[in-house]
Each structure stands twice: as C-alpha cells, then as structure tokens.
C-alpha cells in the first residue's frame, strides 16, 4: 500500500484504539501476503572481533571490557549440523565487522564446509558488515545467498551522531554497500534502531520510506537498549521508557508490512530484552521471521550487544523447545525445513 510521510508519521504516532486497529491491519496483511508460517534462522554470532566503534554497541572495537572470541570451525558446524537436523532450513552467520583477507577467506571456507554437510540445502544468511564488491561476490559464489546489513538510521546527521569517525564509517559507503548486494543477486535484507537518542518520527518515516525505495527483500529492526559501556549511555536521559520503544518498534514492522506487504520481517530479539513475550508479539503484528540463538554458550556472555540480551545460559535446545511453544500459542505455524525465501524477492526477481 502507498502512504506518504505524513501518513507513516500519523500511523507511528497512533496510540489506544487506532493502535490496536493498525496492529490489527498488519497483522490481516501478513496473513493474506505471506501465510501463517514462522521461519527459523539459527543465529551463530561467530565472532565478537569488530573493527567499528559505533557509539551504541556493546562490543564495539573500543570496549575494552570484552574479552573477545572467534568460534572454532568445529564449533560452528556443529551449531550449523544442529540447525540442520532440526530442520531449521537455514542459518545466519554473524560477526563484527572485519575485512582483513584472512577474515574474507575464514568466512568463504565456512560456507563451502556448512554447504557441504547438509548436501548443499541449508540455507545461509551472512551479518558480517560492510565488504567490498569483490567480497559479496566471492561469498555469494560459495553459497551465502542471504545477506543482512542495517543502515541503521538512513537520516545522515543522526547517522554521524552515532558513527562520529568518518575515518570508519561512512553513510555513502553503507548505502553503497547495500547496492552491491543486490547487484550481486542476494536477497537483501536491512533496518534500523528505533528509539536512539535524537531521533524523531520523521526519521523513523523516512527509514520506511528508503526500505521501500531500495526495495529491500527483508527487515530486521528493534528497539534501541542503553549499554553502559558505550559512549551513547551518556544520553539516556533523552530516550523513551523501554516500554514505549518497545511499543513503537511494534508500530514500525506493522506501518512496514502495510508498506511492503511481502517482504520477510524479523521478530528481533532485542525486543524480547525489554518484554519477555517481545517476538512473539512482533509474530503478531507482522513479523514472519525468528533467530533462535544457537550461538555456543560459552561465548554469549561476550556478544552483548545491548543489556539485558536474552537467553545468555540457556542452551539451543531448550531455547528451540520453548520458543516452538510459544509459537504455537501465538497461533502461527513453523516453517521446519523449508528455505521461507522472501516472496518478494521471487517476485522482483
Ligand atoms: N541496542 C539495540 N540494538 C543494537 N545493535 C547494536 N547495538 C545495539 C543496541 N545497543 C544492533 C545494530 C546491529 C545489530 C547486529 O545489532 O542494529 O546492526
Ligand atoms: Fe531463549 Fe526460550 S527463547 S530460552
């Protein structure tokens, strides 16, 4: 459906009985658009070594208070062997963001090997942050076919409030980036932060709005979290309450499936930081995508992007048996063994 900025702002801004009449929309959209089903990716954060030192995050270059990991390739497969014979159909492979060629070989040679031992079905998403063309390509050519990177905020002045270096990032390399990937023929998934200091509706709309101009295949977005270790904690004093990020992060994904209604959005676990039922909330308001965690244990406590992060000490297993649960309360069914590629992307493809 088309709407204009000023009618994203005036649906962001709902509150009460027109809220629950949008979530109410979104959620009729999701089901005539892309069914019922919930997907799984398993998420493997693989490594917490990061090269950026965005003002937000918890395992930013500049937190010393980190002790940083990269997961053994054993470790990995058997996480991935996991997603596999549970029939979870794909993995997302995480990172911060490095580009050394040791770091671009590292990835390229776990792809070919998590390919390889599920006969070439399981599907792989890569996070690992910006690349160059030949990098996208290179990964692409050896079985990543997903790629997920935010912009995380599409406004240029809030942008560089929260990446000040302009020595490491760049917003027109970000976007730029964006480009390749689907020059390259992933399907293309982006987002944003929603509730960071200095950001207002307008910003949120024109988030929306660039989804749409890029023609984006998938979306992740959640709500800002305040870590302690990082520069942003300073501000604090000027974010929402928890709840109404939390509330408005809802609003966003169902203002985006009125917007883009056949798109893939993911039920971010940061929301769940803030509400221990947050996903499945999200699933019921036009979410259709979830990350259980499958990231080994031992090095979650390190992957602390935000406070709070859920499901620190529980082990795959048990996250899986309790999120099933909860998803078949929620009144969804599982997508188990199928790829649950975004139907857009077939469609623009
Ligand atoms: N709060 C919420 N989300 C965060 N991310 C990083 N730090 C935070 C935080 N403090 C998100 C970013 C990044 C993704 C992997 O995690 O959007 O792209
Ligand atoms: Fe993590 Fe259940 S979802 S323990």
Same mark, same amino acid.
């Given at each position: 459906?088309?709407?204009?900025?000023?009618?994203?702002?005036?649906?962001?801004?709902?509150?009460?009985?027109?809220?629950?009449?949008?979530?109410?929309?979104?959620?009729?959209?999701?089901?005539?658009?892309?069914?019922?089903?919930?997907?799984?990716?398993?998420?493997?954060?693989?490594?917490?070594?990061?090269?950026?030192?965005?003002?937000?995050?918890?395992?930013?270059?500049?937190?010393?208070?980190?002790?940083?990991?990269?997961?053994?390739?054993?470790?990995?497969?058997?996480?991935?062997?996991?997603?596999?014979?549970?029939?979870?159909?794909?993995?997302?492979?995480?990172?911060?963001?490095?580009?050394?060629?040791?770091?671009?070989? =590292?990835? &390229?040679?776990? /792809?070919?090997? +998590?390919?390889? *031992?599920?006969?070439?079905?399981?599907? !792989?998403?890569?996070?690992?942050?910006?690349?160059?063309?030949?990098?996208?390509?290179?990964?692409?050519?050896?079985?990543?076919?997903?790629?997920?990177?935010?912009?995380?905020?599409?406004?240029?002045?809030?942008?560089?409030?929260?990446?000040?270096?302009?020595?490491?990032?760049?917003?027109?390399?970000?976007?730029?980036?964006?480009?390749?990937?689907?020059?390259?023929?992933?399907?293309?998934?982006?987002?944003?932060?929603?509730?960071?200091?200095?950001?207002?509706?307008?910003?949120?709309?024109?988030?929306?709005?660039?989804?749409?101009?890029?023609?984006?295949?998938?979306?992740?977005?959640?709500?800002?979290?305040?870590?302690?270790?990082?520069?942003?904690?300073?501000?604090?004093?000027?974010?929402?309450?928890?709840?109404? =990020?939390? &509330?408005?992060? /809802?609003?966003? +994904?169902?203002? *985006?499936?009125?917007?883009?209604?056949? !798109?893939?959005?993911?039920?971010?676990?940061?929301?769940?930081?803030?509400?221990?039922?947050?996903?499945?909330?999200?699933?019921?308001?036009?979410?259709?995508?979830?990350?259980?965690?499958?990231?080994?244990?031992?090095?979650?406590?390190?992957?602390?992007?935000?406070?709070?992060?859920?499901?620190?000490?529980?082990?795959?297993?048990?996250?899986?048996?309790?999120?099933?649960?909860?998803?078949?309360?929620?009144?969804?069914?599982?997508?188990?063994?199928?790829?649950?590629?975004?139907?857009?992307?077939?469609?623009?493809?």
């Amino acid at each position: 459906m088309a709407l204009d900025k000023q009618e994203i702002i005036q649906l962001l801004r709902t509150k009460g009985e027109e809220r629950t009449s949008l979530l109410k929309r979104s959620q009729e959209t999701k089901l005539n658009e892309v069914g019922n089903k919930v997907y799984f990716r398993g998420l493997i954060e693989f490594s917490n070594v990061c090269a950026k030192d965005c003002l937000y995050c918890g395992i930013r270059k500049g937190n010393e208070k980190v002790i940083r990991y990269d997961a053994k390739d054993e470790e990995i497969l058997n996480a991935s062997r996991f997603a596999w014979e549970n029939n979870f159909a794909s993995v997302v492979l995480q990172s911060g963001e490095l580009s050394s060629p040791a770091f671009v070989k =590292r990835v &390229d040679s776990l /792809l070919k090997k +998590i390919k390889k *031992l599920s006969s070439n079905e399981l599907g !792989i998403t890569l996070s690992c942050g910006e690349q160059s063309r030949e990098t996208y390509k290179r990964w692409f050519e050896s079985g990543a076919h997903r790629y997920l990177l935010r912009i995380e905020s599409t406004n240029r002045e809030l942008y560089y409030k929260i990446h000040p270096n302009n020595q490491t990032h760049s917003f027109d390399k970000r976007v730029e980036a964006l480009g390749f990937l689907k020059e390259t023929g992933y399907q293309v998934g982006t987002g944003v932060m929603i509730g960071l200091p200095f950001q207002t509706y307008e910003h949120l709309a024109d988030d929306l709005l660039f989804f749409k101009k890029l023609d984006i295949d998938m979306c992740g977005m959640g709500p800002y979290l305040e870590h302690e270790d990082t520069p942003l904690y300073q501000y604090r004093h000027l974010l929402q309450t928890k709840q109404e =990020r939390f &509330d408005l992060a /809802l609003n966003m +994904i169902a203002v *985006l499936r009125l917007l883009m209604p056949d !798109i893939n959005i993911a039920a971010a676990t940061a929301l769940q930081a803030i509400d221990p039922a947050g996903r499945e909330k999200a699933l019921a308001v036009g979410a259709n995508v979830i990350m259980p965690n499958l990231t080994p244990t031992a090095y979650r406590e390190e992957y602390q992007l935000y406070e709070n992060k859920p499901c620190l000490d529980e082990d795959a297993e048990l996250c899986r048996n309790c999120l099933e649960a909860r998803i078949h309360v929620a009144g969804a069914e599982i997508g188990y063994g199928e790829w649950g590629d975004s139907k857009h992307f077939s469609r623009r493809t």
